[in-house]
């Protein structure tokens, strides 16, 4: 079966940078586009950033762009999200997600891992 495995989550300074990592099975990574996406406490799950198959294409949301980069290893099955510069305001969990069309990144979903930015 599908599974993503999210990891490199923790606790860091405001300021500071964390490096998530997705790894993928069960599916034939380079046909997917990837995303991540975060839930903060008391609050809906959000759009963070999506890659397609072959990296040509990314998308951030407003509050990431410029901070956060995603990228992707088609040969380790992996998908990334670099975050720089983090805020309070980044502390959620975040999730990675798969899906074939960038526009609805809904078929699968990871666990998530726990983002905790201390101001």
């Known amino acids: 079966q599908v599974q993503l495995v999210e990891s490199g989550g923790g606790l860091v300074q405001a300021g500071g940078s964390l490096r998530l990592s997705c790894a993928a099975s069960g599916l034939t990574f380079s046909s997917f586009a990837m995303g991540w996406f975060r839930q903060a406490p008391g609050k809906e799950r959000e759009f963070v950033a999506t890659i397609n198959w072959n990296s040509v294409k990314t998308y951030y949301a407003d509050s990431v762009k410029g901070r956060f980069t995603i990228s992707r290893d088609n040969a380790e099955n992996t998908v990334y999200l670099q975050m720089n510069s983090l805020k309070p305001e980044d502390t959620a969990v975040y999730y990675c997600?798969?899906?074939?069309?960038?526009?609805?990144?809904?078929?699968?979903w990871g666990q998530g891992t726990k983002v905790t930015i201390s101001s």
């Open positions: 997600a798969a899906d074939y069309d960038m526009a609805t990144m809904d078929r699968y």
